[in-house]
Structure formats: C-alpha cells, structure tokens
C-alpha cells in the first residue's frame, strides 16, 4: 500500500517531537538532580558541656561572655568538619543559644548539597563523635579540645532543606529566637513563620520584625576612633557618614527621616543641606546607600566658643527603607541615666590618631562613661556633657568621629544613644577623655524637632 507524501510527513513530525520531549526530560532531570544536589543543608546540633558553668550572661547572644564562648566553639567545630570526609561539603556554623544545666549548646550547621559522601544526620553525628577524646564510658564523656562533652546529649537533625537562599551568618552570635528550633526539627514551614533571615557575611542573624520596628537592635551581629578595631558590616547599623565628596563627620539614625549629629560640623558654609551627603548601610566609607539632605536644624543655642549645645538634626530628602545593615538606634528618655563605669561603644571614621590618617573600613571601641565630677577637674563642661574614655588615655574619638555616636547597650540587649562626639584635648592623651553631648539633657529639643 502506498503512503500518501502528507501522511509521511505528519509521521516525521511526530517522530521527532518525540524524540525532542525525551531529550528535553532528559535534560530536565539532570538539571533538577543537579539543583537538588547542590542545595544548601542545615542540621541543628545539641550537646551539653560539663565543665562550663552557665551564667546569666550567656542568655544573652549581645554579650561577651557569649560572643567568647560561641566563637571558641565554632572554631573546634569547623576544625571537626574542614578536617573530616565531609571537608568539601562542608560550609559554616553558628550557635544558636546557650541553656543552663552546666551549658546546653544549640547549634545549626551548614553543607552543601554536592559531594561524594553520603550527607545524613547519623554521619554528621558520628563524624563529631570521633573527634571526641579522652572518651569515659562510665561518665559518658568525651573531650573536645578542653571541652568535656556528655555523650548521651549529643543530637543532630536535619532542619531546613533544600534552601539555597539562606546561609549562615561567618562571625558572630546569631538574635534569633532558637526556643522552638532546639525542640523540633525547623521544617521550611517553621522557619518562614519565624520570618528568620540568615545572612552570610555579617556578624548576626536577623529577625525581620526587628529589622523594621525596633531600635537600638542590630539584626544581622565618634570623631576618628584610637586604639579601636574594624567594624564587620550590620554590627552597627544606625551608623552615618557625613560626607562633602569624603567624610567629614558621623552622624546615627533615629528614624527612616532623621539623622542626629554634631551642631559643630554645620558652621557657616557648612550649614547647607546641598552640599552634603548621607552613606548609610556600610562599613566601607566609599560605598554604601546614599540619602542627600532636605534640612540641617542646629540647636539655637550651639555656641562654638563653649561647645555647649553640641547637637543637630538632618532630615533625609527621601525615606530609608530598614534592612539588616540600616537600622534607628534608639534615644534615651530625658530621666534615663548613664552610671559612671559603664562600659560603652564609639564607632566612627575618623583619625586613627591625632592629625593621623583616616581609615577606610568603620571603627569601633569600648570606653567608659567618666563622672561628671572627674570631668568636670578637666573640662568646663555644662549639664549638656558627658565625659567618656579612660584616664589612662590610648582610646579615644578623634578628628572626624564628630556628630557620631557613643552607644550604651541595656540589660535587654537594645542600644541607646548616650552621646554625640563633640570635643576633646587632642585625642587619647591621658587624663583628656572625650567629651560627648549629652542626648538626655537635650532628647526634649530633638523630640521637638523631629517628632522622635
């Protein structure tokens, strides 16, 4: 019988339809086995350590005390996996809370999806339990480095899967709520309704409410700044530079509007909103988000010849949109008091040293809030001061630190502004802390001004 030219042609088609689908499924089934492979996955790991004594303190995932004891044990964590067959899956890991009975630890471990080694909760668990020495059967312990781990408490579980987005925070103690986390596996489900961001390369994991409402948080983890150390990008999210074509001063944020800074750095031609410019979000003083300014308003009654007064408010052309590395810290309220001996934080671009050079990358350091009565013996301060360094001298805000911030963090880990860098003897010289205008004797002029 003979086929008909058309019907051959209807044949053909079809044929190589068919031939074309197989391929493409083919292809597709490789690319979605690839995808699924190469997937990022997390294991939440708990274990208790013995002879650690748990504090109060360590409930606090701002404090030192936290901070020390997460980073030394990340540090023989990623000893245990960068060393083991599991080395080029292997990706970070990050404590999540510390819980009494000696030290509880909770803690989130990331792989890769790719790899030779078969990626299970049993092989994670057995990989840590080999790197335990001096094992006692009858006490059921292990050493890990100096730490003395209890055996029976050791626990692995795969948590969030197939998540490629979301990474672990490289440095510091993540702010996260990990209640529900350490007593169930985090399903996606869980952690979408925690709302929970973990962000890589920062110092802090974020929750999104904080990253939209509240202030003096730092979701993520002063005049130039003496003896202090590189900041990393989110810990100090309100900070502000305060730049004619390069930094000039520091200034913070108190809302999406407003910045607050030093009446001394907008004298004369410097007191016009055109000329200056606002880098937000950054540690780096050469990049970052940029505001322009709509409004200077320095404080009436700023005198240059005392300093007194030492405060002015910025209003942005243009709203900021909160985010893990911009965020208001938050401002005293007028009766709030600042005890002499607290230790607190100034961060900022300035000199490294008086008439020294400017650093690229944020600054920050501890000093201490300094009696007014001490102060006072140095400087002809009015109630509208505050003195803060050390007597000893060597840590100090400095040129170009002026306008920014000297931040006191609260028993409930939330951050408030204490002080504005104004003035000083030089910077770090013994016995001339800086001096700082004081936000609670002038917090009445801002709310006025600002509505904040």
Request: hydrophobic share 40%; net charge neutral.
């Amino acid at each position: 019988m003979k086929t008909s030219k058309s019907l051959l042609i209807v044949i053909v088609v079809i044929f190589t339809l068919l031939i074309l689908t197989v391929v493409a499924a083919i292809i597709l089934g490789v690319l979605l086995t690839q995808a699924s492979t190469s997937s990022d996955r997390f294991f939440m790991g708990n274990f208790r350590i013995l002879n650690i004594a748990y504090n109060d303190a360590l409930s606090t995932t701002s404090s030192a005390e936290f901070s020390q004891l997460a980073n030394k044990i990340q540090t023989q964590i990623k000893n245990v996996y960068s060393n083991s067959k599991l080395s080029t899956q292997f990706d970070n890991v990050q404590v999540v809370n510390f819980r009494p009975g000696s030290v509880l630890v909770t803690l989130l471990l990331q792989f890769t999806g790719n790899g030779n080694t078969t990626l299970t909760a049993g092989t994670v668990k057995n990989i840590f339990q080999q790197n335990l020495t001096q094992v006692n059967a009858s006490s059921q312990s292990g050493s890990l480095n100096g730490f003395s781990i209890d055996l029976a408490t050791i626990q692995f579980t795969e948590t969030i899967t197939s998540n490629p987005s979301t990474t672990i925070a490289t440095d510091n103690p993540t702010t996260f709520s990990s209640t529900e986390m350490t007593t169930v596996p985090m399903t996606e489900t869980i952690a979408s309704n925690l709302s929970t961001i973990l962000v890589k390369g920062t110092s802090t994991v974020f929750s999104s409410t904080e990253m939209t409402t509240t202030c003096g948080s730092r979701p993520a983890f002063s005049s130039r700044i003496v003896g202090g150390t590189n900041s990393v990008i989110g810990e100090w999210p309100w900070q502000v530079s305060l730049q004619i074509r390069s930094h000039v001063c520091g200034a913070s944020i108190i809302s999406d509007r407003w910045l607050i800074s030093a009446a001394h750095c907008f004298q004369d031609s410097t007191n016009n909103p055109s000329i200056w410019r606002a880098l937000i979000g950054t540690i780096d003083v050469g990049s970052g988000t940029v505001r322009t300014i709509e409004t200077i308003i320095v404080h009436p009654q700023y005198r240059q010849t005392s300093n007194d007064y030492d405060i002015a408010v910025l209003k942005l052309s243009s709203p900021l949109n909160f985010a893990a590395n911009i965020q208001p810290i938050c401002l005293p309220s007028s009766d709030q008091v600042f005890q002499a001996g607290v230790s607190c934080i100034i961060t900022g671009w300035g000199t490294l040293s008086f008439e020294g050079s400017l650093p690229q990358i944020l600054q920050k350091a501890n000093v201490d809030i300094i009696a007014d009565s001490t102060c006072r013996s140095i400087y002809q301060i009015t109630e509208r001061m505050l003195c803060a360094g050390f007597l000893t001298g060597g840590v100090d805000s400095c040129q170009g630190d002026s306008g920014g911030p000297l931040a006191c963090m609260q028993p409930d880990g939330i951050w408030l502004l204490a002080g504005i860098v104004s003035f000083g003897f030089e910077c770090a010289r013994p016995n001339f802390p800086g001096v700082y205008a004081r936000v609670t004797a002038l917090r009445d002029w801002v709310q006025e001004q600002t509505g904040v």
